[in-house]
């Protein structure tokens, strides 16, 4: 079998996956979808166990890329942290932090300084039901009986009390 090159999915085509397992399609139907093998859809689906990772979303204490934008083009103003962090009805130390991290006032841009800052809140260790597959089939069996995640958690901490291995 010929090998091909590793294509990396677009955040719509992981959210298609997602649904058409949820709805119980095999590996291989869904593969087909993208004219791949499967493999290659077990590995998108294997990363959290196979359970949908939450959505992504910003705490809304964080900057917006449209505050970012604005910290961009007044630093190219010449205006100060302090003048910019009024100006958004922030903290000078937000701004002043901001800027640190990402450049300093000689090279911010703010769309970096976006990406950057969603890079930096991802989940720095592996799923759990990633790394113990065991749970992770256990977990499975629960949701597919059609037990909720609070059912479960419960569950397993009555099961297995002295072992937070084996709890959600």
């Not at 701004?95 to 989940?123: F, H, M, P, V």
């Amino acid at each position: 079998m010929k090998q091909r090159t590793r294509i990396y999915y677009t955040e719509s085509q992981k959210a298609l996956m997602w649904e058409r397992w949820r709805k119980g399609d095999t590996l291989n139907q869904i593969a087909q979808l993208f004219d791949r093998h499967h493999p290659s859809i077990q590995r998108i689906l294997a990363e959290t166990g196979g359970i949908r990772p939450a959505q992504r979303k910003r705490s809304r204490l964080s900057l917006t890329l449209a505050e970012r934008e604005e910290i961009s083009r007044a630093v190219t103003a010449g205006q100060s942290s302090r003048s910019i962090a009024a100006m958004l009805g922030r903290a000078p130390s937000t701004i002043s932090r901001e800027l640190k991290r990402n450049g300093g006032q000689e090279c911010y841009r703010a769309s970096q300084a976006e990406q950057a800052a969603w890079d930096r809140t991802l989940r720095p260790k592996t799923y759990k039901l990633v790394e113990n597959r065991a749970l992770a089939h256990i977990v499975a069996d629960k949701l597919r009986g059609h037990w909720s995640p609070e059912q479960i958690a419960g569950w397993l901490k009555q099961t297995y009390p002295s072992d937070e291995s084996n709890q959600v």
